[in-house]
């Protein structure tokens, strides 16, 4: 019923700059909000860890290691969520997961979209 897909991703050399996208795709007719939205990341070998999130009502969060880096921000009217990504090291090498808790009626439940590989390599 809810598809989030993310875009955006590539290859860039240190100090790059990317901009990931995350648009939540609901079924015609269906009466939906969407509430915090953010941004995972998975390196190989590694855990998944959080990013950034968003509230809907705009507030940001961001974990440390991109603090001053990373920019998120949404679009309401477009339900897709943005990630800038500046300065970036090799250390973000890893796949990208959107994140959005959606509700429809009474249920909130969390969808996951399915990943967009993010590379930094010189």
């Known amino acids: 019923q809810v598809r989030l897909v993310e875009s955006g991703g590539g290859s860039v050399q240190p100090g790059g700059s990317l901009r990931l996208s995350c648009a939540a795709s609901?079924?015609?007719?269906?009466?939906?909000?969407?509430?915090?939205m953010g941004w995972y990341r998975q390196a190989p070998g590694k855990e998944r860890e959080w990013v950034a999130s968003i509230t809907s009502g705009g507030s940001t969060y961001y974990a440390d290691s991109v603090k001053g880096r990373f920019s998120i921000s949404r679009d309401n009217a477009k339900d897709t969520m943005y990630l800038q990504l500046n300065s970036l090291k090799p250390e973000d090498t890893a796949v990208y997961y959107c994140?959005?808790?959606?509700?429809?009626?009474?249920?909130?439940?969390?969808?996951w979209g399915q990943g967009t590989q993010v590379t930094v390599s010189s």
């Open positions: 609901v079924r015609s007719g269906s009466i939906f909000s969407i509430n915090t």
């Open positions: 994140n959005a808790g959606i509700s429809s009626g009474s249920i909130n439940s969390p969808y």
